[in-house]
């Protein structure tokens, strides 16, 4: 394959947006005959992640991780696709013209990169990614490529996210300082939920940890698969005295409703990673924001772009202007990918306009 | 540095005084001398340097960054410190030269290899030290996948990442003794280098207080007085005797804290005019009169201006001092120094500011033109002439007059007046009554109760008994107040919006209109909100009635039904009015509440705005001279 230089993807006759193009379902591939995390219904879906605005249902076929497909299948109903296929990390297969092969993302379980390489151009479609350690799922694959597509979900440099395990240290000085009061972490229920609850056991944290009903499911799909999570207790049905003292995890809309009435002067946190931006956690009444992101941060986005050695950058959902702005003074061709749907997982847990799970 | 930055960061968050007290008086628990000291100086505006200007600010950003994205940052941000403290990159050589000429890396980790390499081999030895000594060691709990995918993923950010501009690394970043007391003595010109080190030594959080702190713009809802609370906390000694000795403490307090830790003796206050906690009154209910005698008490007007203490004294060679404090003991002698000329019989005089013009005391709102003032112009002072109407004498020159009853207290207080003879500073008369009724009638109608021309600054009467002394907080039975009746209007609930911490699940901030004729008839113009008043039964009754009522939503407000045969009438309960051009109505309300719900009322039957214009009219003429 060849490396960093673009130019060389024009010689042998392919030009990248004759492999993948932005269209109206979500990014096509001709030669290949499928999309990647298409937002309507198309014949043939390869997906990167569970994540709702990335992982529909109805589509024909859908090739993905088997975590992918196993969270789906849990979200949507045993007939959430016509057919399924699993696909290994490192796995690599033929789809028409182009070989399609699965690289690990480190964003959630089982999320996944795609290669897709047509003759002796690649063109890497990342999905959503970050670098920083995540003892919840497999960590990031570097893959060097022509063309990588990446998110900008946090494309600007003032957000730089910090060492996860700093901001749970937070929480538990929180829970030390304020023993009457409970605890209420809103965190998205795939994969920062868990992420948070493993971090707390490594911080050395071992009393039980409530769930909000909605965080159930998945989490103990995480656990089925390995993950050690602790003892973890619905939190239905317990006292409110009982909950002095405890953390609970749910889904973010829940900790500014009605159902926080069950808990004793609780004490709002959230895990995201918008919560670097003050204005941000105070505009939804956030007395504890956790700096925690299952995306790359600013530094983080550069490094990988820099390191793939691709030529030619595509910035898609999140803010393309100025990671473009980035590349392009770096010496990259780079433009923003026009893909819309994305950014909305958990339809109801995301009432901040254009904050994506983050 | 970084402590303190974690204590505002964290103070900013938090709703609660409860919960802010203990994060502070945590923080001076937990952080030792000078750095604590200098922390209650923070808090309290105690601390006195040069601030930096915004544009110093700006410019220190633009040597480091690209143009594009800072300007794409701060339209994100909103806030210019923060956007700084963000974004501020280490000093790190970064490869400049374009990224298309590298071969490319091995297929291993993102980072140390690719875009920074240059940048890795030149601090990677700095770096690693610098992590053993910080204790932070990233968590290498193997991954339960490991294996699952094929090999060749790097995991997670190994050491090497420490190059990762985020990681703060040496030199240490600096004490806030350090950044206070070089802020003392920098000249203007020395500023931005230091400034630019600082930013480079602290985390992200330290660089944000450390620029709030520099520009002056602290703002993270703390008063001066919370902050002696959490202090006094401390040794649980009572907040009122750290007021009282606080004029005469400087920072960073080592005494103070002392005195709080056991390990000496409470600090002489050797301030000539220090301030003396304020003694308040209870709110009188009907239902208390039965168990007070009349003659037990002392009764005077109520006025509707601002107490204060007015305090002179002598310090060592003899010379006057004199000090105005609010009720909370906050200095406000610069904004009222046409007042200061008047103090000069040392001694503490407890009474109100008022504007009188001819003789006559002004409303409430013509005082407002006075308050929270930057400058005290000489037109202000003429147009506003400042008042002082006395009701209590603390201290006689050296004598502390505290511990007397109140009805010697009052004489005492008559001749120290007469002896000042003064025409700033004029008595509070008594309000003669032998009953209760006669006390009613009076309040009812000050006017022709002695007020005279001054009525209309009456709020109410004032019941002191005679023999109590002068203790500071709010004692059980010894004074009262005894409010006008506020005013009252019905209007509508319009919107609502979530309340904060507690409140965070309840529509509990409410704004409410009253009608208008509009283009197509009658309409609802919003005049004010109220977020208090109501019992806790009251706010679940209108929490569900929002929710049920809904007929939109704008982020966290909602739009409430309110058309003339559908919706909620509020009792509102407002102590004045003042004309404002910046809401629509026109008028804005002061000390607005929700006094009662109207279950029973149809909207269409709730006040007009007229109404409120009427009292407005009243009052207008006084404010425009």
């Given at each position: 394959m060849t490396r960093s230089d673009g130019n060389a993807a024009y010689i042998a006759g392919m030009r990248p947006q004759d492999i993948l193009l932005p269209a109206a379902a979500g990014l096509c591939c001709k030669p290949g005959g499928f999309h990647i995390d298409p937002v309507r219904p198309v014949e043939r879906a390869v997906i990167t992640h569970g994540h709702s605005d990335h992982a529909r249902a109805g589509h024909g076929a859908v090739l993905a991780t088997q975590e992918t497909l196993d969270m789906m299948r849990l979200r949507y109903g045993e007939n959430f696709a016509g057919s399924t296929q699993a696909i290994r990390y490192g796995e690599e297969i033929r789809l028409g013209d182009v070989r399609v092969k699965f690289h690990p993302a480190g964003h959630v379980l089982g999320s996944a990169q795609i290669a897709v390489t047509c003759k002796e151009t690649c063109i890497v479609a990342s999905g959503d990614y970050k670098d920083a350690s995540d003892p919840t799922c497999t960590p990031f694959e570097l893959v060097p490529c022509d063309v990588f597509i990446t998110?900008?979900?946090?494309?600007?440099?003032?957000f730089r996210h910090g060492d996860a395990a700093d901001e749970v240290r937070k929480l538990l000085a929180s829970v030390a300082l304020f023993p009457e009061r409970a605890h209420l972490v809103g965190a998205y229920s795939l994969g920062k939920a868990q992420r948070v609850i493993k971090l707390l056991r490594q911080a050395g944290y071992d009393a039980p940890i409530y769930l909000h009903g909605a965080m159930e499911t998945i989490t103990h799909y995480y656990q089925s698969r390995g993950i050690e999570l602790g003892e973890l207790r619905p939190v239905k049905g317990v006292k409110k005295a009982a909950l002095a003292g405890t953390i609970t995890l749910a889904p973010p809309s829940a900790t500014s409703d009605l159902w926080t009435r069950r808990f004793p002067d609780p004490v709002t946190a959230f895990a995201s990673?918008?919560?670097?931006v003050r204005a941000r956690a105070r505009q939804r009444g956030v007395e504890l924001p956790l700096v925690i992101s299952d995306h790359a941060d600013w530094d983080g986005l550069t490094a990988t772009i820099g390191a793939t050695g691709a030529g030619e950058i595509w910035v898609t959902h999140g803010q393309e202007d100025a990671l473009v702005h980035w590349c392009r003074s770096k010496g990259l061709k780079a433009q923003p990918l026009d893909l819309v749907?994305?950014?909305?997982?958990e339809e109801s847990e995301t009432p901040v306009q254009g904050e994506a799970e983050a | 540095m970084n402590r303190f930055a974690e204590l505002l960061d964290r103070l900013a968050y938090e709703p609660g005084r409860n919960n802010k007290l203990r994060l502070i008086t945590g923080y001076f628990r937990e952080v030792g001398d000078p750095d604590r000291g200098y922390a209650l100086a923070a808090l309290t505006g105690a601390l006195s340097f040069k601030h930096a200007k915004p544009a110093l600010i700006r410019d220190l950003i633009a040597s480091r960054t690209d143009e594009v994205l800072f300007g794409l940052s701060y339209d994100y941000v909103g806030d210019l410190s923060e956007t700084v403290a963000l974004m501020w990159p280490k000093r790190v050589v970064y490869d400049n030269q374009s990224l298309l000429g590298h071969p490319s890396p091995p297929p291993s980790p993102a980072r140390g290899e690719g875009a920074q390499r240059g940048a890795a081999q030149q601090t990677r030895f700095k770096t690693d030290s610098s992590l053993a000594s910080d204790g932070r060691t990233s968590p290498t709990v193997p991954s339960p996948l490991a294996g699952e995918g094929q090999g060749g993923g790097h995991s997670g950010r190994d050491p090497n990442e420490s190059i990762h501009p985020s990681n703060h690394n040496n030199p240490p970043p600096p004490t806030l003794t350090e950044v206070v007391t070089t802020l003392r003595t920098l000249g203007k010109t020395e500023l931005p280098k230091q400034l630019e080190r600082w930013l480079d030594e602290l985390d992200e959080t330290g660089r944000w207080a450390l620029l709030k702190l520099v520009t002056g713009a602290l703002r993270i809802g703390i008063s001066a007085r919370l902050a002696k609370t959490a202090a006094a906390a401390l040794g649980d000694k009572d907040p009122h005797e750290v007021e009282l000795i606080w004029p005469g403490l400087i920072p960073p307090y080592l005494d103070l804290f002392a005195w709080l830790e056991g390990r000496a003796d409470k600090p002489v206050n050797r301030d000539p005019a220090p301030f003396r906690p304020v003694m308040l009154a209870h709110a009188i209910e009907d239902a208390d009169f039965a168990a007070l005698d009349p003659a037990d008490y002392i009764a005077e007007w109520k006025w509707d201006g601002i107490r204060v203490q007015a305090v002179a004294g002598r310090d060592e060679r003899g010379h006057v001092t004199a000090r105005l404090y609010s009720r909370t003991g906050e200095d406000i002698t610069g904004s009222f120094p046409d007042l200061v000329p008047s103090l000069r019989l040392p001694g503490a005089i407890d009474g109100e500011l008022l504007i009188l013009r001819e003789g006559r005391v002004q409303s409430f709102n013509v005082l407002q033109q006075r308050l929270n003032r930057k400058v005290v112009s000489p037109k202000l002072i003429k147009e506003f002439p400042i008042h002082l109407r006395a009701y209590d004498l603390l201290g006689d020159d050296e004598n502390d007059l505290r511990e007397l009853p109140f009805a010697e207290r009052r004489e005492r207080l008559e001749s120290f007046i007469k002896k000042l003879d003064d025409p700033r500073i004029d008595l509070s008369p008594t309000v003669p009554f032998a009953s209760w009724e006669a006390l009613t009638a009076a309040r009812a109608d000050p006017a022709s109760a002695g007020a005279g021309e001054d009525a209309d600054a009456v709020e109410g009467v004032m019941l002191k008994r005679r023999d109590a002394p002068y203790l500071p907080g709010r004692p059980k039975g010894q004074w009262w107040k005894w409010k006008r009746d506020p005013h009252i209007i019905d209007a509508v609930l319009m919107y609502a919006q979530r309340g904060h911490g507690k409140r965070s699940s309840y529509y509990s901030d409410y704004t409410f209109g009253v009608w208008t004729a509009g283009e197509g008839g009658d309409e609802l113009v919003p005049v004010g909100k109220a977020y208090?008043?109501?019992t806790d039964e009251e706010l679940l009754q209108i929490d569900r009635f929002v929710r049920r009522n809904t007929t939109e939503k704008f982020g966290p407000v909602r739009h409430v039904v309110h058309e003339g045969d559908k919706g909620l009438v509020l009792e509102v309960a407002f102590e004045g009015l003042q004309r404002s051009p910046r809401h629509k109505s026109g008028v804005a309300m002061r000390f607005?509440?929700?006094?009662?719900?109207?279950?029973?009322?149809?909207?269409?039957e709730a006040d007009r705005l007229e109404t409120l214009e009427r009292m407005l009219k009243a009052e207008a003429a006084e404010i425009e001279v």
């Open positions: 998110e900008a979900t946090f494309g600007l440099p003032v990673g918008w919560m670097r749907g994305y950014g909305d997982e | 208090f008043g109501f607005p509440r929700i006094s009662r719900l109207r279950w029973d009322k149809p909207p269409k």
